[in-house]
């Protein structure tokens, strides 16, 4: 294949309120809006690194990065963690990288980030797509593990919800867990769980994904299409509904063939 370009790596150091972050990102320059990825818990930029492989979206820039806490990227506190201090987070990012209006793509805790992102300031974000990202309190199936599954300590928490999750039914579990350990650090899964659970029980998030005003496209796997929410969500005026086949949470991993497609066709089809 000729004609990648390329993503360049980047790093860029922050303070949010005496938090120091180090976050390690990819780019790439280009024209229109840029691509903003924001990767899910246990995850890393990586995630969307094949979007070079998309030639149809060969001339958009690209911002993905490392959430603290993750992959490369590293913070002084990771106590502090938040799904709001990670919506700060993205705000920071995109103000050093000069963006202004941009299209948004979050799976799971970033799908859950990115719909907090789009709420703040809708006029920004041109698309939103949501990849299983958490919209309603049944969306906790992993996060609320902090909750049901108690460990006296944070190591002792990640091996066994490494356990359970290898042992899962579900598409990609076991790929996703055997690399846990080595993407994201034991201290931010209580903080980051704790916060995505109460947003989803407590937040109004449904309601608020429904009020954007932006194309949205809510996609999930062929595995979670009994979520409940799903009908009434399928009569709403400027909500896609895109299914993956072959797939649970983790369409990345168990079918980047069709996400991609569903990704490039929605970004495509507003251009």
């Keep these: 294949m000729t004609g990648i370009r390329r993503l360049e790596p980047f790093t860029l150091p922050l303070d949010i309120d005496g938090t120091q972050l180090r976050i390690a990102g990819l780019r790439r320059d280009g024209d229109g809006p840029p691509l903003v990825f924001l990767h899910g818990f246990g995850s890393t930029k990586e995630d969307y690194a094949d979007v070079v492989q998309q030639a149809a979206l060969d001339d958009r820039p690209v911002i993905a990065y490392d959430a603290p806490g993750c992959g490369r990227s590293t913070a002084s506190n990771y106590r502090a963690l938040s799904i709001p201090f990670l919506v700060r987070t993205a705000e920071l990012v995109l103000q050093a990288h000069r963006v202004e209006r941009f299209d948004l793509i979050g799976h799971s805790m970033g799908g859950l980030t990115a719909l907090l992102l789009a709420d703040n300031d809708p006029d920004r974000v041109t698309h939103f797509i949501d990849i299983e990202g958490n919209v309603a309190p049944e969306d906790c199936f992993l ?109 990345m991993y168990s079918n980047p063939v069709a996400m991609w497609q569903h990704v490039t066709r929605f970004l495509e089809s507003g251009r």
């Design 143 to 251: 996060s609320r593990q902090i909750i049901d599954h108690p460990a006296p300590d944070a190591d002792t928490f990640m091996e066994r919800f490494i356990e359970r999750v290898s042992a899962s039914r579900y598409y990609g579990s076991a790929l996703y867990a055997s690399t846990l350990a080595f993407k994201v650090r034991a201290d931010v899964v209580q903080p980051i769980f704790a916060s995505m659970v109460d947003l989803s029980d407590n937040a109004g998030l449904l309601t608020r994904f429904l009020a954007l005003p932006m194309p949205r496209m809510l996609m999930y796997g062929e595995q979670n299409a009994t979520l409940s929410y799903l009908p009434a969500m399928s009569q709403v005026d400027g909500v896609e509904l895109a299914e993956i086949p072959d797939c649970g949470h983790f369409p």
